[in-house]
């Protein structure tokens, strides 16, 4: 059965570093979404992204947050400077045409020093 | 906000017990849905009901909706040791381009 996979699974930073957290959604979706879920906490929507461009963000997603689709497999979200308060679970979905239900992968872990 | 607001925040049972978990939410939906998430893994989604449907069932999953008192349910029946996880309801935003996430229900089941 095909599934959304991350990489990495777990990533430690220093404050004030850039980071890029990948993942590769199901082959034929066409909606990307991330989102983040702060230790104990419930999970967040950062962004969602549609035929190459944002669909929709949170007020999470400040500008030191961005996402691109590289290639036709890739789906990236950037921190550019990251903060101790970014540091949580990070989940990618991505969802099908006419299709309600989100998948998601198996999120990274991103812990900022 | 439009969350999904789980209760009970958390709920022990033994196996073969009934576990229920409630969700309320604010604002009109077009669905509501379940998802699972074993502690520190991804989530798994499970049942999708439409704001149209007032009950679902998948397996042992059994799923309500009350538009009017804009609350949904979760019923898992003949609980496992393996159903120990954390349950969210989430909802879309009126946009349909997010998931809108309740805080959870943490779910032990004993053997």
């Known amino acids: 059965e095909p599934e959304v996979t991350q990489t990495p699974s777990h990533q430690v930073t220093q404050m004030g570093q850039e980071v890029i957290l990948r993942c590769v959604p199901i082959s034929n979706h066409l909606y990307f979404y991330w989102y983040r879920q702060i230790l104990g906490q419930k999970v967040e929507f950062l962004v969602s992204?549609?035929?190459?461009?944002?669909?929709?963000k949170s007020e999470i997603f400040d500008d030191q947050f961005s996402v691109e689709r590289p290639d036709g497999s890739n789906f990236t979200l950037k921190i550019r400077s990251t903060k101790l308060e970014d540091s949580a679970m990070y989940f990618c979905?991505?969802?099908?045409?006419?299709?309600?239900?989100?998948?998601f992968g198996p999120g990274t872990r991103l812990l900022v020093l | 906000s439009q969350q999904g607001e789980e209760d009970p925040q958390a709920l022990s049972i033994q196996e073969g017990e009934n576990a229920t978990m409630n969700c309320s939410y604010k604002t009109s939906i077009n669905n509501l849905q379940w998802y699972r998430q074993n502690s520190g893994r991804g989530l798994v989604h499970l049942i999708l009901?439409?704001?149209?449907?007032r009950e679902k069932h998948s397996g042992r999953l059994r799923v309500t909706l009350d538009t009017s008192k804009k609350s949904s349910s979760l019923l898992i029946t003949a609980s496992r040791a393996a159903d120990t996880a954390s349950y969210f309801c989430a909802t879309e935003n009126q946009a349909g381009t997010a998931l809108i996430f309740g805080k959870g229900t943490t779910l032990s089941v004993s053997s």
């Open positions: 992204f549609y035929n190459n461009e944002i669909s929709e």
């Open positions: 009901i439409r704001s149209n449907e």
């Open positions: 979905a991505s969802r099908g045409q006419g299709v309600e239900t989100q998948y």
